[in-house]
T-cell receptor
Framework: DVKVTQSSRYLVKRTGEKVFLECVQD?????MFWYRQDPGLGLRLIYF???????EKGDIPEGYSVSREKKERFSLILESASTNQTSMYLC????????????FGPGTRLTVT | RKEVEQDPGPFNVPEGATVAFNCTYS??????FFWYRQDCRKEPKLLMS???SGNEDGRFTAQLNRASQYISLLIRDSKLSDSATYLC??????????????FGKGTHLIIQP
């Protein structure tokens, strides 16, 4: 069964803290993605990676960085969290082949106070 | 800028009725289209791909009109369990399989008993 897991379902951090969100997939997918989802704004792509150590900016990369040291793991880093980064963060993965369907993790609800 | 536009709803529909919603996309280079379903407080999951010739999966029918750049989803004999947010998705193909998907903001559907 396809599985994408995220390290936390809920996270509360203070302004200025460094925040790590971890995502792991067990499907041997090449591609991994980080989105944030906000009411009225929908899903927006932050960063994606198509291979180990490779990364590409999405639509809203400012204030974020990513790391992909292993194929199965893709980390999103908030160097200095701000209140406008309070959001639902969703990780997804997909394969180069087949339907390229994206499989999503359950999401991390991050609150920055 | 790539955009996918949807009527946010909510669509309140009695159980057993047929409901249809459309979405429009701005990027004429988009090659692949999908409908995702997102239940409350859950992650998006692929409902169905949208093929140029139209496709049907049980009570669900998806159609693509490239000339007018819109995609439709029809749900027949609606069930209470169909209540969810339906996300229209376009995917550009620039030669790589890692393109992030462009999501609409979703259409909220409520099936009433």
């Amino acid at each position: 069964d396809v599985k994408v897991t995220q390290s936390s379902r809920y996270l509360v951090k203070r302004t200025g803290e460094k925040v790590f969100l971890e995502c792991v997939q067990d499907m041997d997918h090449e591609n991994m993605f980080w989105y944030r989802q906000d009411p009225g704004l929908g899903l927006r792509l932050i960063y994606f990676s198509y291979d180990v150590k490779m990364k590409e900016k999405g639509d809203i990369p400012e204030g974020y960085s990513v790391s992909r040291e292993k194929k199965e793991r893709f980390s999103l880093i908030l160097e200095s969290a701000s209140t406008n980064q309070t959001s639902m963060y969703l990780c997804a993965s997909s394969s180069w082949t087949g339907t390229t369907e994206q499989y999503f993790g359950p999401g991390t609800r991050l609150t920055v106070t | 800028r790539k955009e996918v536009e949807q009527d946010p709803g909510p669509f309140n529909v009695p159980e057993g009725a047929t409901v249809a919603f459309n979405c429009t996309y701005s990027n004429s280079a988009s090659q692949s289209f999908f409908w995702y379903r997102q239940d409350c407080r859950k992650e998006p999951k692929l409902l169905m791909s949208v093929y140029s010739s139209g496709n049907e999966d049980g009570r669900f029918t998806a159609q693509l009109n490239r000339a007018s750049q819109y995609i439709s989803l029809l749900i027949r004999d609606s069930k209470l369990s169909d209540s969810a947010t339906y996300l229209c998705v376009a995917k550009g193909d620039s030669g790589g399989g890692a393109d992030g998907l462009t999501f609409g903001k979703g259409t909220h559907l409520i099936i009433q008993p």
